[in-house]
C-alpha cells in the first residue's frame, strides 16, 4: 500500500508568479484535501475533493484553486502569488464523503517559498 | 464554528517519563470526532489516535491514550515512557460529524524529550 506523496518538495516562486503542487493519494482513497501551514501555525483547510468535484473549501481566496484527477490525484493551483502565500502545503487522502473516524493521511507536503 | 485550543507552545518530559499534552474544543455539534497527530522535522503529519463523541472509553494507542472528558471539552494526550524519538510538533484536530471532511487544527504544542 503506498501513501500519499506529493511534488515538488521544494520550490522557490517571486510574487505575482503562479504554481502548481501535485499530489498522488494512497491506494484506496477517493477522497483529498489540502492544508496551508505558516511557520509556527497549524494546518488550515484550504479545500477537499471527493469524486472529482470540490465539496468544502476554508477562507481561502478563488486564486487558490485545485482539480481531482479520476484516479484521485489531484492538484492545488495558487494564482498570483504574495509573500504570505509561503508555506508547506500538505495534501491529505481519506476514504468517504462523510465525517467520522476516517483518518487523514498526509504527504510530506510541499514547500512554497515566494520573494 | 469549531475551534482547538492548544495553550501549551512547547513541553520538556524526561525520557522514559509520561507527558500530557492539552487540548480544549469547542462545537455546537453533539457528533464530531477528536485527532491527534505529530509532525516531525519532516514535515509529515503522523495519526496518533482518534476518540469519536460517543465513544464510551478512552482512546488508547500502544503508548498514546486520549483522556476524553466530555463535559469540560477537553481531549488531552498522554505519552506514556516517552521515547527521544518522540520530540516533535503535536497537533489536535476536530472533525464535525456533518458534511464534508473538513478538520481543524489547534496551533501545536512542541514536545522536547530530554535524555
Known amino acids: 500500500e503506498t501513501g500519499v506523496t506529493q511534488s515538488p518538495t521544494h520550490l522557490i516562486k517571486t510574487r505575482g508568479q503562479q504554481v502548481t503542487l501535485r499530489c498522488s493519494s494512497q491506494s484506496g482513497h477517493n477522497t483529498v484535501s489540502w492544508y496551508q501551514q505558516a511557520l509556527g501555525q497549524g494546518p488550515q483547510f484550504i479545500f477537499q475533493?471527493?469524486?472529482?468535484?470540490?465539496?468544502g473549501r476554508g477562507n481561502f481566496p478563488p486564486r487558490f484553486s485545485g482539480l481531482q484527477f479520476p484516479n484521485y490525484s489531484s492538484e492545488l493551483n495558487v494564482n498570483a502569488l504574495e509573500l504570505d502565500d509561503s508555506a508547506l502545503y500538505l495534501c491529505?487522502?481519506?476514504?468517504?464523503?462523510?465525517?467520522?473516524?476516517?483518518?487523514?493521511?498526509f504527504g510530506a507536503g510541499s514547500r512554497l517559498t515566494v520573494l | 464554528a469549531q475551534k482547538i485550543t492548544q495553550t501549551q507552545p512547547g513541553m520538556f518530559v524526561q525520557e522514559k517519563e509520561a507527558v500530557t499534552l492539552d487540548c480544549t474544543y469547542d462545537?455546537?455539534?453533539?457528533?464530531?470526532?477528536l485527532f491527534w497527530y505529530k509532525q516531525p522535522s519532516s514535515g509529515e503529519m503522523i495519526f496518533l489516535i482518534y476518540q469519536g463523541s460517543y465513544d464510551q472509553q478512552n482512546a488508547t494507542e500502544g503508548r498514546y491514550s486520549l483522556n476524553f472528558q466530555k463535559a469540560r471539552k477537553s481531549a488531552n494526550l498522554v505519552i506514556s515512557a516517552s521515547q527521544l524519538g518522540d520530540s516533535a510538533m503535536y497537533f489536535c484536530a476536530m472533525r464535525e460529524a456533518g458534511g464534508y471532511q473538513k478538520v481543524t487544527f489547534g496551533t501545536g504544542t512542541k514536545l522536547q524529550v530530554i535524555p
Open positions: 475533493y471527493y469524486r472529482e468535484e470540490e465539496n
Open positions: 491529505a487522502s481519506s476514504l468517504g464523503g462523510a465525517g467520522g473516524a476516517n483518518v487523514l493521511t
Open positions: 462545537t455546537s455539534d453533539p457528533s464530531y470526532g
